[in-house]
């Protein structure tokens, strides 16, 4: 088959680095039954595309969005942050941009369920969806590549961790609005005079919140430039494919929908009508740019008006515009404090408080005050019961802090108010289905996504609805891969990783030679039998080294994994027991340094079958040497290639691509697995992609 220019993008499968994918190949996939990534706002500022394939302007972000993209950072950042303060804003900002955090299960007591590799990890284009910078393309697929060349600061690798399919990574909230543009979207109304001079505060001018949160994003959530987006012709035939269309509102359709006009927020009381001459000229200034002089006017109105909520929240919207140009923890935790004092004071509007407790919340999240964001958003909806999107965003919120069981009520509760809620459907079908009730999961996840509601257009949902179809032996799951991969969140019907770079090779199956990797493969099969007796010593006096997978990609039988490198970094402990492989493989940096991969053995017993799943990145190739093969019984298939392996001799293959393995010997199977950088990436980029 003719390969073909890898797209970026896709929405991956679970399985990320740490266990398996590929055949009992270690690393996770996608497919396992877990969730893994689900929605969040994936929309785009400016550049080029997003990482589903989406383009178009600034939707408004939602609070679960930055709630989101804090939740994931505050995870690894905020003792630092908050206790040390020793990672300054800048540095918050990087990693929320560079680090994809290998959020482990979410939906089983650990941070991850948005992804839809499952690997946990959350990327770049999740934080600009999640932060509503990203919208999906209405005319053209798209897959954007991921940075070639961030700055020096972002070479920093995420925290090593398990990545599985049913982690809950935050990916599509498109419901949940950014309180700031929540606002600016609530004063969509007729105005007796147009000019800009004749707004006032309750009539902010369109868009200003917007921009000024663009532009504090794009440093930090944007694709290169240089890097096109590009979806080749020459894809990999995809014959099983099913033709019969599915019932999903278009994104053209869902688009061409009227628009529901918003109230116009009341942030004035009594009082601060009679100084809404002044509260309009301090926010003139902030609406252009002037947040010096606005904080300046903002500050003498609270001192002399202290009572005054709309003066008070125009405050802390100066200090999160200044904390946002400063890049500064300081003024950003003034700004968290200020909004809650705005939503305190006697007689503050409701929609006020509303708009000022969801920006805190997002705050919060955005300095890794985690838990404190939840306990704004308990407080929202205890204020505001019969607001569903909040009651949504409480729920991922739980799913964030790993109580599923909390989260699970939410959607119920929702559910039964509103049953046709979709984005309620599909975060309840994401967790039937982490507990593995796959048949019942389903029909939320379908009926979700054919809603057609914000945020259920997601490669995630996608994703784990063909995944759950495919392990109850329905065959439409192809037909949602299909059209996951017609709506741009997936570079084909096969390939369907997550975290991928731009017009890198796309093929199932390498050659050595392709590769260019050929020492490396002579040396492993070179050397093949002093592998393999490490590895049997490391099994005969050690099994507790060979950890079970336990990512949920296996349908049934015995499959373990021993590693002794992950994310580029050498596990001192596991090369004690296998030192003359780990010495071997020193001399390898094309896989001892590729941070989007492991090494590791393989063992599999008889009676097992892996799910069909595909790795979280385009970046790396695997390599399977032979160490241990019964004569029959075992294969991998990739894509519609079934091979098996040969002791001695090495199999090369991208795990990008959807896999699957069998192991019906009568003894045991045991691999070396060896993860190697795609052989088109750049120096640069090899050293500045992060770790997954």
């Not at 005319?139 to 090593?160: G, I, N, R, V």
């Not at 000229?281 to 606005?294: D, M, P, Q, S, Y």
């Not at 009568?666 to 691999?671: A, D, H, N, P």
Request: proline residues 5%; contains cysteine.
């Amino acid at each position: 088959m003719a390969p073909r220019k890898n797209a970026k993008g896709g929405g991956g499968h679970s399985s990320s680095s740490s266990s398996g994918s590929g055949s009992g190949s270690g690393s996770p996939s996608t497919g396992s039954s877990g969730s893994s990534s689900s929605p969040g706002a994936r929309r785009e500022a400016k550049h080029g595309g997003h990482k589903n394939g989406r383009r178009g302007g600034i939707s408004g972000g939602s609070f679960f969005t930055w709630f989101m993209v804090i939740a994931l950072l505050g995870v690894w950042t905020s003792v630092a942050i908050v206790w040390f303060d020793l990672v300054d804003y800048e540095e918050v900002l990087a990693k929320a941009k560079d680090f994809r955090y290998n959020l482990s299960e979410v939906l089983q007591g650990k941070l991850g369920v948005y992804d839809a590799d499952g690997d946990g990890d959350f990327d770049v284009d999740d934080a600009k969806v999640l932060l509503g910078l990203k919208e999906r393309s209405t005319s053209e697929k798209t897959f954007p590549p991921e940075e070639a060349k961030p700055p020096a600061e972002l070479e920093e690798q995420a925290p090593e961790g398990a990545e599985t399919e049913d982690s809950y990574h935050m990916e599509e909230m498109a419901s949940q609005d950014h309180p700031n543009d929540v606002e600016e979207m609530m004063h969509e109304q007729e105005r007796s005079d147009p000019s800009e001079t004749a707004r006032d505060i309750d009539e902010p001018q369109q868009g200003a919140e917007e921009a000024t949160h663009q532009d504090y994003a794009e440093p930090v959530y944007e694709h290169s430039e240089n890097e096109g987006i590009e979806i080749s012709d020459n894809t990999i035939e995809d014959s099983s494919i099913i033709s019969e269309e599915i019932n999903v509102p278009s994104v053209e359709e869902q688009q061409d929908t009227p628009p529901v006009k918003k109230k116009k927020p009341k942030l004035l009381n009594k009082f601060d009508k009679t100084i809404k001459a002044e509260l309009d000229a301090a926010e003139r200034l902030r609406k252009r740019g002037k947040i010096e002089e606005a904080m300046n006017a903002f500050e003498e109105l609270v001192r002399k008006y202290p009572q005054s909520p709309r003066a008070r929240y125009g405050k802390a919207q100066c200090e999160d515009d200044l904390a946002e140009k400063r890049r500064s923890n300081e003024v950003l935790r003034r700004a968290i404090e200020t909004y809650q004092e705005a939503a305190s004071l006697p007689d503050a509007p409701t929609d006020l408080v509303k708009l000022s407790l969801k920006r805190r919340s997002e705050r919060q999240q955005f300095l890794g005050h985690m838990r404190g964001s939840l306990l704004t958003l308990q407080r929202l909806v205890q204020l505001f019961p019969g607001d569903t999107t909040l009651k949504n965003d409480l729920g991922v919120g739980y799913l964030l802090m790993g109580d599923n069981d909390s989260a699970k009520k939410v959607y119920e509760e929702v559910l039964n108010v509103t049953p046709n809620d979709g984005f309620a459907k599909v975060h309840y079908g994401f967790i039937l289905k982490a507990q593995n009730k796959i048949a019942e999961s389903i029909p939320y996840l379908k009926e979700g996504i054919e809603s057609g509601d914000p945020g259920t257009d997601d490669g995630r949902f996608y994703f784990h609805l063909g995944d759950a179809m495919q392990r109850v032996g329905n065959k439409e799951a192809y037909k949602w891969y299909e059209l996951g991969h017609q709506r741009g969140h997936f570079a084909s019907v096969w390939q369907r990783s997550l975290y991928n770079v731009n017009g890198l090779k796309a093929q199932p199956w390498w050659t050595p030679r392709e590769t260019g990797y050929t020492e490396l493969v002579k040396s492993l099969e070179r050397n093949w039998k002093l592998i393999r007796d490490e590895g049997l010593m490391v099994m005969d006096k050690a099994k507790g080294l060979f950890l079970p997978e336990d990512e949920n990609l296996r349908e049934k039988g015995d499959w373990s994994q021993f590693t002794l490198w992950q994310q580029g970094r050498k596990n001192e402990n596991a090369c004690k027991g296998a030192p003359k492989t780990c010495a071997l493989l020193e001399k390898f940096s094309e896989t001892t340094g590729c941070r989007r991969g492991q090494i590791k053995y393989s063992i599999m017993h008889p009676g097992t079958h892996v799910w069909p799943h595909t790795g979280p990145t385009n970046c790396r190739l695997r390599m399977h040497l032979g160490l241990v093969i019964p004569k029959e019984g075992c294969k991998i298939r990739c894509a519609n290639e079934t091979r098996a392996w040969e002791e001695g001799k090495v199999l090369i293959f991208d795990d990008s691509f959807e896999h699957e393995v069998w192991q019906d010997a009568s003894s045991f199977r045991l691999i070396f697995i060896v993860d190697v950088w795609h052989p088109e990436l750049t120096p640069q980029q090899r050293r500045s992609l992060p770790a997954i």
